[in-house]
């Protein structure tokens, strides 16, 4: 077969032609292992805080219902 056709028959049969163009893998997906904390820092994974906000305390305290000492109590 000449030439042009060869390449005809190929792009016709061969199971490697591109209909469509595959998607790209995301950055730093092949890396095999846990980057350090600092790199996840640089990519943005985590976040710090430099203010972190206080936890409200409680205005009462908390009374338990069930309490041994409050059981022995009332006996």
Sequence with gaps: LPEQE???KLSACSRHR???IPPCTPENFWEVG??????C???GYIKEDNN????????????ALFSPK???QQS
């Design 18 to 20: 591109f209909l469509y």
């Design 6 to 8: 060869k390449q005809k």
């Design 52 to 63: 972190p906000q206080a936890r409200s305390r409680r205005k009462q305290p908390f009374n």
């Design 34 to 39: 846990f980057p350090s904390t600092q790199t």
């Design 41 to 43: 820092i640089e990519r």
């Design 70 to 72: 409050r059981n022995q």
